[in-house]
């Protein structure tokens, strides 16, 4: 080796050691002819042995251990370029074995490297927080690892290439779990997801999304069903996707059922009285597919409900079929859950609308099972005072022999208002004295929802939705026909049997 520029320094303690000064041994600093490198350390038989610091002219440096010269063993990197620092061991100059990287913008990865980069298990923390601890290769994740995210979320299974891709399980911190199959990252092939609303989906996954998914809830039967007065009413419920198919692998979207009256649109120059009564009821008019607006109207579960409880049996009708009501013994019936039991903001009936002296249960809201969901034992209430208005309005155009037009007299919209206000005044009364008779109870439950037509709506208020979607709700028509109807069918049979 030829040496241009040399320095030895010998610990004055040690006279041998000088005395063999020719073998260049002891602690000595180096310049390259390049003037690039500089090294400062121990040296053995004119190479870098021992403990040392080898600078570079840009400010990087190493210092550690050197065996014959080249760098080996445990030391620390610096490189001023990146100002990234590396504490580990080395092979020939590399990053080998097992090591501490920390970057400048806060990452930091503890683990194996092989020959300069990340391979093998470690751990990396990135500039956001975010934390993967698994096997590497190519410095990218690859093989098995846990990730924590830096929104919550926590993912343990496969990996290839930093990608998501295998199979694995992801938690959310919302509270929403899959199990399944990946690939590029996300959701591919079979899986299971249980969503933080109860929804489930156990099936095939493209892209990240159910490939079977529910797009649309339908109301089974005919166009438009007719029910006689008091009848009991069981729908049958399917959420469908896109090709009509009943979509078997969802469980749990939360579905809500009511229903609801045409909304007659009433001008402010008919009476003041009574414009301001309809203005004090709030209901929001929802938009139908049958060419009008609708205001929410009352619903029970004819089960928990007071009312004398009738069984809906189809009979042959022009729509399709009407509903006799028949008793049904207390004991075939049970009642159905209410631990999901939720309803929406506004809209869904309530005893506010006008019922009095009795506990009305709205039907419950159910959980959908294999894409179905059945409403049993549900029934129109009787009209609350405040839908008074809506309905007479209808009966006095039909006894004038006109068409429906939303207009009234003053004079006949003046004693409806009279009319309203000596109900309410009556009832004001009776709620002073404390009491009601036994006369105006048995008339309350003897009392029947009004003949016409109405809307049988379902919506879905699963919360939060599930894959940020809600599905659209689904409409039916209900007509109510009168209790004489049925009477009227009754004796038509009786008839036909008797001249046969």
């Known amino acids: 080796m030829v040496i241009k520029s040399y320095v030895l320094c010998y610990p004055f303690c040690d006279l041998r050691r000088a005395l063999h000064a020719s073998e260049i041994l002891g602690y000595g600093l180096y310049v390259y002819p390049n003037s690039f490198f500089q090294y400062e350390g121990e040296w053995k038989q004119g190479r870098k042995h021992g403990h040392g610091k080898l600078l570079f002219k840009d400010g990087s440096y190493y210092e550690g251990e050197f065996v014959d010269g080249e760098i080996m063993g445990n030391g620390l990197r610096y490189w001023a370029s990146t100002g990234n620092t590396y504490s580990g061991q080395f092979v020939s100059g590399e990053l080998h074995g097992h090591g501490v990287m920390q970057y400048k913008d806060g990452g930091k990865y503890e683990g194996e490297f092989s020959y300069g980069v990340r391979a093998g298990h470690g751990l990396l923390v990135d500039q956001d927080g975010q934390t993967y601890q698994g096997s590497f290769h190519n410095n990218k994740k690859h093989g098995g690892g846990k990730m924590t995210f830096k929104n919550g979320d926590k993912y343990e299974g496969d990996w290839i290439l930093d990608q998501r891709q295998g199979h694995g399980i992801l938690h959310c911190a919302d509270g929403t779990i899959y199990e399944g199959q990946w690939r590029n990252d996300v959701f591919n092939g079979q899986g299971t997801e249980i969503h933080c609303s109860g929804v489930i989906y156990d099936g095939l996954w493209i892209n990240g999304y159910p490939a079977a998914q529910a797009k649309k809830i339908v109301i089974l039967g005919p166009e438009v069903i007719d029910v006689i007065q008091g009848s009991a009413i069981t729908l049958h419920v399917q959420l469908q996707n896109e090709e009509g198919e009943v979509s078997e692998y969802e469980n749990g979207r939360l579905l809500e059922i009511w229903a609801g009256v045409k909304n007659h649109q009433i001008p402010a120059s008919s009476s003041t009285s009574l414009f301001k009564l309809i203005e004090e009821v709030e209901r929001k008019p ?60 506004g809209d869904a009936p309530s005893n506010e609308d006008g019922f009095e002296g009795e506990s009305l249960h709205p039907p419950a809201s159910q959980r959908v099972e294999r894409g179905c969901v059945v409403f049993r034992n549900i029934m129109l209430a009787p009209p609350p005072a405040n839908y008074q208005p809506f309905m007479l309005l209808d009966e006095l155009n039909k006894k004038g022999g006109k068409k429906p037009s939303g207009r009234i007299s003053a004079e006949k919209a003046e004693k409806m208002t009279v009319s309203q206000e000596k109900i309410v005044d009556s009832r004001s009364e009776v709620t002073a004295k404390g009491y009601k008779s036994k006369q105006d109870q048995h008339s309350t439950k003897n009392s029947r929802v ?15 939705p599930f894959l940020g979607q809600t599905l659209p709700t689904a409409f039916k028509l209900l007509r109510v026909l009168p209790e004489k109807t049925k009477v009227k069918n009754i004796k038509k049979e009786t008839v036909k049997a008797t001249s046969t």
């Open 450 to 464: 009004l003949p016409g037509q109405y809307v049988i709506m379902v919506r879905e208020v699963t919360m939060p």
């Open 286 to 345: 929802v938009k139908t597919p049958f060419g009008f607006e609708c205001i929410s109207y009352p619903l029970m579960d004819a089960v928990s409900g007071s009312w004398e409880l009738k069984a809906a049996v189809p009979i042959s009708g022009k729509s399709g079929f009407a509903l006799a009501d028949l008793p049904i013994p207390k004991g075939d019936i049970e009642p159905e859950s209410r631990s999901d039991t939720r309803f929406g903001t």
